[in-house]
Structure formats: structure tokens, C-alpha cells
């Protein structure tokens, strides 16, 4: 069973002001890495806009339509302080979601064991009713609910960016058959992600990290706290949020991670998918802002995931 690794030029054409750290540089840099002789054996897909039906299990059809019809012809459209649309973005959003869905798919057609949509924008800041932090719509949270078209009652989002997910929180909150857990530096944007908050249906974990922490307290956190509580939820398929920002050398995180650390966070993630979700589990690209370090983090997963 082959892994899947889904790419599209849209990714890097998805348009930001000049100077803005979630550039297409980022997206090139990751195909570039993925495109070494040691990822010959993934089978390389296309990745397909998501339908209006998949965007709407996570964002309600007014968000949605204000999403695409804020998309402009040219020049940027600007939702926050840092989020952008351009020309080229909405199909990158689409195709992001649109990615998991399919991979989605795949794997529960037999097709796929696994996969990695190498996309940008990154999602995980998208609420159900609001774009922010880089993020238009929260691909990982629509992956992860499609996923129940498939049968998949219960459904996992893992986290290890370097910034909380508070989107797929506020998306999973109130779902009593939705699991979400994120490690991340505490404080930081967007200034979520409390290990008191648990959800109302205690399916919520997080684990803030200290500014200048690293390999240790890491997979601390993941081996002491996050990893068996994913394992008590008993999902039956897992999405992992893969934000490389947490490495030592980013620009926007001050935690101290390695490439290392974000392939034992796969090799424990995909073992709970083995164990629980018959080895049922994909992987979006989040942040990571540093090239050279996002390149070779997320060549680590990947390799990881083709191992598993």
C-alpha cells in the first residue's frame, strides 16, 4: 500500500503582499524536497477542488459564499491584519480541503494507506465563521468530518505547530465524536489553546509549550499526555495538522524542535492509527516559515508516513 502526496500549482501561486511570510517560496520548497529520489515510490495525485457539501461540514454556507465571493479578479482582497486572497487563492483553498477529501477517499477505497496534501494556505486558524492567521478554510477539520461519509464515527485532529489550532478547536468543540490535541507555544498567536480548555465533552487537549522549549518537553507532552489521550478516544481516523514552525531555526515560533522530533511525532501518531483506525491517517501542511528547515521537516514526515 502506497502513500499519497497530493501537489498543485495553485499551492504556490496562492498570492500575499510582497514581504509576507506565508509566501509560494514555502510551497516550492517542500515540492522541491519531495521531489528527491527517496519519494519516487508515492503516488502522486492531483488534488480536486472541494465541493460547496465538503466545505459546509465544518463552515456554515454564508461564510463560505462570503469566502468566494471576496475573491477577486486582481490585486489582494484582506480579511485580517495578515490574511490575504488573490486571483489564485480560492482554488488553493478548494484543492487544500479538496486534497484531504480525496485522500480521504482513497484510503478507504483500499487505494492509499495514507497521504500528505503539501498544500498552502495553511487551515488550522479558519473557524467555522472566520478567516484568520493565513487560513481561509480549515482543511484538516473538513477532511477529518468527510471522513464520516466513509463510515469513521470518530474522528482525530493532531496538532504540532508551533501556533495553536483554534480553528479546528472551535470547530470540534461541541462534537462529542471529534477529538482534537495540539501542542504549542504558550504565549503566542492567537492566544488559545489553555490546558484548561477540554471541550464540552472533554475531547479537547492541549499542551502549551514555554517559549525556548524543545525535544524533551515535547515529546513529553505527546508520549505523557496528548498520545494516550488520542488512544483512550479510539478513533477511527486521524488527521494530523503538520505545522513545522516549532523547529529551532523558524522565524515566527521560539520553540526548539528538529526534524527529529516531527518524525517520532509521526512514528507515534501513525502507530495509534495502526492500533485503533487500521492504519487510516493523513497529514496537511501548516506552518513553517524557515526554508531550509520547513524543506527537511517536512521531507522527515513524509518519509515517516511512507514508513509506516
Known amino acids: 500500500m502506497t502513500t499519497l502526496l497530493y501537489t498543485h500549482r495553485s499551492f504556490g501561486a496562492h498570492e500575499v503582499p510582497p514581504g509576507h511570510v506565508e509566501h509560494g517560496g514555502r510551497y516550492d520548497a ?14 502522486r495525485r492531483e488534488p480536486p477542488r472541494a ?6 461540514l465544518v463552515h456554515p454556507a454564508a461564510f463560505r459564499q462570503a469566502v468566494e465571493e471576496n475573491a477577486p479578479a486582481q490585486g489582494l ?24 477529501c480525496a485522500a480521504v477517499d482513497a484510503i478507504f477505497n483500499g487505494e492509499a494507506k495514507n ?32 471522513a464520516r461519509e466513509h463510515g469513521a464515527k470518530k474522528v482525530a485532529v493532531l496538532d504540532f505547530d508551533v501556533h495553536h489550532g483554534n480553528g479546528t478547536e472551535a470547530a470540534f468543540w461541541h462534537d462529542e465524536n471529534a477529538f482534537y490535541a495540539s501542542s504549542h507555544e504558550w504565549p503566542q498567536y492567537p492566544g488559545t489553546g489553555r490546558a484548561s480548555d477540554r471541550g464540552a465533552y472533554n475531547n479537547i487537549a492541549n499542551a502549551p509549550l514555554a517559549t525556548g522549549e524543545g525535544s524533551d518537553e515535547f515529546r513529553r507532552a505527546w508520549g505523557d499526555s496528548l498520545l494516550p489521550m488520542l488512544s483512550e478516544f479510539d478513533p477511527d481516523f486521524i488527521v494530523i495538522s503538520a505545522g ?3 523547529h529551532g531555526a523558524d522565524p515566527l515560533g521560539g520553540l526548539r524542535l528538529t526534524e527529529d522530533d516531527f518524525a517520532w511525532a ?21 506552518g513553517g516559515y524557515d526554508l531550509p528547515a520547513l524543506a527537511s521537516s517536512a521531507a522527515a514526515h513524509m518519509r515517516r508516513m511512507m514508513n509506516a
Open 30 to 43: 517542500v515540492a522541491a524536497a519531495l521531489n528527491a529520489e527517496e519519494f519516487s515510490d508515492a503516488e
Open 51 to 56: 465541493s460547496r457539501e465538503q466545505i459546509e
Open 77 to 100: 482582497a484582506q480579511f485580517d491584519m495578515d490574511t490575504f486572497m488573490g486571483p489564485s487563492s480560492l482554488d488553493a483553498t478548494l484543492r487544500a480541503a479538496g486534497g484531504g
Open 115 to 146: 497521504a500528505f496534501i503539501a498544500s498552502r494556505p495553511p487551515g488550522h486558524h479558519a473557524e467555522p465563521n472566520r478567516a484568520m492567521g493565513f487560513c481561509l478554510f480549515n482543511g484538516a477539520a473538513v477532511s477529518a468530518i468527510y
Open 244 to 246: 513545522f514552525d516549532a
Open 266 to 286: 509521526t512514528d507515534e501518531i501513525a502507530a495509534i492509527a495502526k492500533d485503533k483506525a487500521n492504519g487510516r491517517m493523513i497529514s496537511l501542511l501548516e
